[in-house]
């Protein structure tokens, strides 16, 4: 009985998470509009056989130059003031769900922000869906961001653990949910193996600190 009740709760989560489909999820492939515009392409799809109403919002993780972005839904393309809107779409339908971003510095960016999606009037269908570009050569950055930049992190994404290399200097290695609640904290050692395999499927976001405290910059990592 109890293998039969665990097995139709892991059938109800995989069916109540799959109502809802955004692809490509993580955005890294950017098409050039123009010398200083980009644009990130994903769709968006409603996989249930009823109709929607969904809320997008977005927030903006890494901009180092304060570049401009804007949003694209199904519906309409939103000025950059607009972080939220909500639109419907009809029993298995798909529509755009585009990033656009303007550089002041078509040279050096950096940018990375979350469309979190979910079902208006049930949260616990949601994606986010997460959109990046990184240049490497941000004018903005400093010395510790630089070494930074030395710092890999592998697989990602990855289903259980990760690891990081060329940490020298790194002191604790701390994971945090999108909106920054610490989970997990580790002693860094180089080619060390940090587990996630309890988290649930997401973005975490790996911050590293030095032996005084000081946040030298964090990864991503995506948990399948």
């Given at each position: 009985?109890?293998?039969f ?7 109800f989560?995989?069916t ?32 249930s056989?009823v ?11 890494d ?14 393309c939103y000025?950059?003031s607009?972080s939220t ?34 079902e ?7 994606v986010d869906a997460?959109y ?16 930074l ?6 697989p990602?994404p990855?289903?259980d ?21 610490p ?30 405290g ?11």
């Amino acid at each position: 009985m109890k293998n039969f009740l665990l097995f139709a709760l892991l059938f109800f989560s995989y069916t109540i998470s799959a109502q809802l489909e955004v692809t490509p999820n993580p955005i890294v492939e950017w098409e050039v509009v123009s010398g200083t515009e980009i644009v990130g392409k994903a769709k968006v799809k409603n996989t249930s056989n009823v109709v929607k109403e969904y809320t997008w919002e977005r927030t903006v993780l890494d901009n180092c130059n304060n570049d401009q972005t804007w949003f694209c839904d199904p519906n309409l393309c939103y000025i950059p003031s607009v972080s939220t809107q909500v639109f419907t779409l009809d029993p298995g339908a798909e529509g755009p769900f585009e990033l656009h971003a303007t550089f002041n510095d078509p040279d050096n960016r950096d940018l990375v922000v979350q469309i979190k999606v979910y079902e208006t009037n049930n949260a616990d269908i949601v994606v986010d869906a997460m959109y990046e570009f990184e240049s490497g050569n941000c004018i903005g950055v400093n010395v510790d961001e630089v070494e930074l930049k030395d710092i890999k992190l592998f697989p990602n994404p990855t289903t259980d653990h990760f690891t990081l290399t060329n940490v020298i200097g790194v002191q604790n290695v701390i994971i945090h949910n999108i909106i920054g609640t610490p989970l997990k904290q580790y002693i860094a050692q180089e080619n060390a193996t940090y587990s996630i395999s309890d988290l649930p499927a997401g973005v975490y976001m790996v911050l590293l600190n030095d032996a005084n405290g000081n946040n030298i910059g964090s990864k991503r990592v995506f948990k399948q």
